[in-house]
T-cell receptor
C-alpha cells in the first residue's frame, strides 16, 4: 500500500537535546512538507521540499532543520534552539509542489520532559 | 497578513441535522479551497475541494464558494455521530510559491 510513514508516534525531548522525526513516502511524490499543529490551532508550515537536495523555509522554520537526500525521505530535526517544541508534527506530500492535494502521515506527538 | 478564519467552536448539532461550517479568507485573489476532516489524534484527510463559485456536492457534503464575499462553507446533511471531528479550511493564497494556508479549525460534535 502506498502512503506516508512517520515515526515515532510519540517522542520525548530533554532540555538542550536535538531530536529527529522520520518521514518516508512511497507515493513517488516530488514535494514533501512538515507542519506543526498546536492544540486548537491550524497547521503551520515549517519546511517544504520540491525536489531532492532542495528545501525551503515555511512560516515557522526557526529552531528546525531538514534534509532531502532521497526522494522518499524528508526527516525533520527539532533543535535545542526551538524553545517550545511540544506539538503534533505532521509530514505530508503532494505530486509536485503546486499540487494542492496533500497526503498526510499519521503524525508524531513531541513532548518535552 | 493573509489569513484564513473559521468560526470559533465548538459546534454541536443533533443527529440527522444539517451542520454548517464557515470559513472566510482575506486574500481576494485566492484560487483553491479545501476542507479537511481531522479526528482527534489523527492526521487530516481531504474531504472536499472547490475552485469555482457556487456549490459542489459529494454525498452528504456540499461545499459552497462565494469569491465576492470571500467565504467558503461546508454543509453536512443528515449529520452522523461519526462526523464528529475537527474540520479545517485550507486556502491557496496568491503569490509566488504560495502554499496552503490552514484555518484553526472548528470542532463539530453530533449528538446521538
Amino acid at each position: 500500500d502506498g502512503g506516508i510513514t512517520q515515526s515515532p508516534k510519540y517522542l520525548f525531548r530533554k532540555e538542550g537535546q536535538n531530536v529527529t522525526l522520520s518521514c518516508e513516502q512511497n507515493l513517488n511524490h516530488d514535494a514533501m512538507y512538515w507542519y506543526r499543529q498546536d492544540p486548537g490551532q491550524g497547521l503551520r508550515l515549517i519546511y517544504y521540499s520540491q525536489i531532492v537536495n532542495d528545501f525551503q523555509k515555511g512560516d515557522i522554520a526557526e529552531g528546525y532543520s531538514v534534509s532531502r537526500e532521497k526522494k522518499e525521505s524528508f526527516p525533520l530535526t527539532v533543535t535545542s534552539a526551538q524553545k517550545n517544541p511540544t506539538a503534533f508534527y505532521l509530514c505530508a506530500s503532494s505530486i509536485w509542489v503546486d499540487a494542492e492535494k496533500l497526503f498526510f502521515g499519521s503524525g508524531t506527538q513531541l513532548s518535552v520532559l | 497578513q493573509k489569513e484564513v478564519e473559521q468560526n470559533s467552536g465548538p459546534l454541536s448539532v443533533p443527529e440527522g441535522a444539517i451542520a454548517s461550517l464557515n470559513c472566510t479568507y482575506s486574500d481576494r485573489v485566492s484560487q483553491s479551497f479545501f476542507w479537511y476532516r481531522q479526528y482527534s489524534g489523527k492526521s487530516p484527510e481531504l474531504i472536499m475541494f472547490i475552485y469555482s463559485n457556487g456549490d459542489k456536492e459529494d454525498g452528504r457534503f456540499t461545499a459552497q464558494l462565494n469569491k465576492a464575499s470571500q467565504y467558503v462553507s461546508l454543509l453536512i446533511r443528515d449529520s452522523q455521530p461519526s462526523d464528529s471531528a475537527t474540520y479545517l479550511c485550507a486556502v491557496t493564497l496568491s503569490g509566488a510559491n504560495s502554499k496552503l494556508t490552514f484555518g484553526k479549525g472548528i470542532t463539530l460534535s453530533v449528538r446521538p
